[in-house]
């Protein structure tokens, strides 16, 4: 290469690649985000343990599931930020620092690793063949939410209802059917997506 062509390919644009994949995963992050809120402030249903059944861990398996395991963790961490800040977006429309002190607490901040290590678990979808993807996708939910969401579910139910272990385990088993349910609605929300949008699963990070 002649140094007036190196000069000429210098003097061109940065390619936009880059710019539009940043874009892009601000837009995807956002947008999950958004739906993790709604969802959560759908009316629940009430249980005695006051952690409402709702529909937060389906948005965040999809998160992970769809997004891959950086980006949905992202979609997770703004949620959360932006409830602590005081916007009622977390369950029962209720915001602020002071959900923390809430026997819900645990299963709040488990979610953003059970986001990630769902979409750990589900990278072999990409090379996964018709309905064996969706099989990847579920189980991909089921041991990202069941490693991380309620283990650190049960850990806040301990701390914050004073619970030994076998108490906030029996708490926490409430939750189990309706989460394998969610699951397999994730899983495939998720198998529909990336049937029609293939770019996305070949774009999870």
Do not use: C, I, S, V
């Given at each position: 290469m002649t140094d007036i062509t190196k000069d000429a390919a210098d003097a061109l644009p940065a390619p936009a690649v880059s710019r539009s994949s940043v874009t892009t995963d601000i837009a995807l992050i956002s947008t999950f985000a958004a739906f993790i809120a709604v969802c959560a402030i759908l009316p629940g249903i009430p249980t005695g343990s006051g952690v409402p059944i709702t529909l937060q861990t389906f948005a965040v398996i999809l998160a992970g599931l769809v997004l891959g395991w950086?980006?949905?963790?992202l979609a997770v961490l703004l949620y959360l930020a932006v409830g602590l800040a005081g916007v009622p977006i977390f369950a029962e429309a209720t915001g602020g620092l002071g959900v923390l002190s809430k026997p819900s607490a645990g299963y709040l901040l488990a979610f953003p690793f059970g986001a990630a290590l769902a979409g750990v678990l589900a990278t072999p979808a990409a090379r996964a063949v018709g309905y064996a993807r969706w099989t990847v996708l579920f189980s991909a939910g089921v041991f990202g939410s069941l490693l991380t969401i309620h283990v650190g579910g049960i850990i806040g139910l301990m701390v914050k209802l004073d619970l030994d272990l076998g108490a906030a385990v029996a708490i926490d088993v409430v939750y189990l059917p309706g989460d394998i349910i969610k699951n397999a609605a994730a899983a495939a929300v998720a198998f529909t997506?990336?049937?029609?949008?293939?770019?996305?699963?070949?774009?999870?990070?």
């Open positions: 950086r980006r949905g963790a997506l990336f049937r029609a949008y293939p770019d996305l699963l070949r774009n999870r990070r």
